[in-house]
């Protein structure tokens, strides 16, 4: 399985980016996608998850800022991402899971300027 994120860069606080992530290869049908950040001498944390079925999981340091969605047919997830904060500024990482595999991007830069 392999992850091609893209869709960071630099944008003042209050802006928005939108990040994609496309999966190929061995792929079931169920599984989650989601996207996970970290930022510079903190830990990967959680950003968002999204099962096969629609089920969504947010931190809440995101609701109701960011929107994540996913499109089976081209098993690609997205991260809207709205109203930026300077503590947004990350790499953020798309991730797929599912039965056996569990599979990381490579890592989009994300920064958010004030």
């Known amino acids: 399985v392999q992850l091609q994120a893209s869709g960071g860069g630099l944008v003042q606080v209050g802006g928005s980016l939108r990040l994609s992530c496309a999966a190929s290869g061995s792929i079931f049908s169920i599984n989650v996608m989601g996207w996970y950040r970290q930022a510079p001498g903190k830990q990967r944390e959680l950003v968002a998850t999204i099962t096969s079925g629609g089920t969504t999981n947010y931190a809440d340091s995101v609701k109701g800022r960011f929107t994540i969605s996913r499109d089976n047919a081209k098993i690609t997830v997205y991260l809207q991402m709205n109203n930026l904060k300077p503590e947004d500024t990350a790499v953020y990482y798309c991730?797929?899971?599912?039965?056996?595999?569990?599979?990381w991007g490579q890592g989009t830069q994300v920064t958010v300027s004030s």
């Open positions: 991730n797929l899971n599912q039965v056996l595999d569990n599979q």
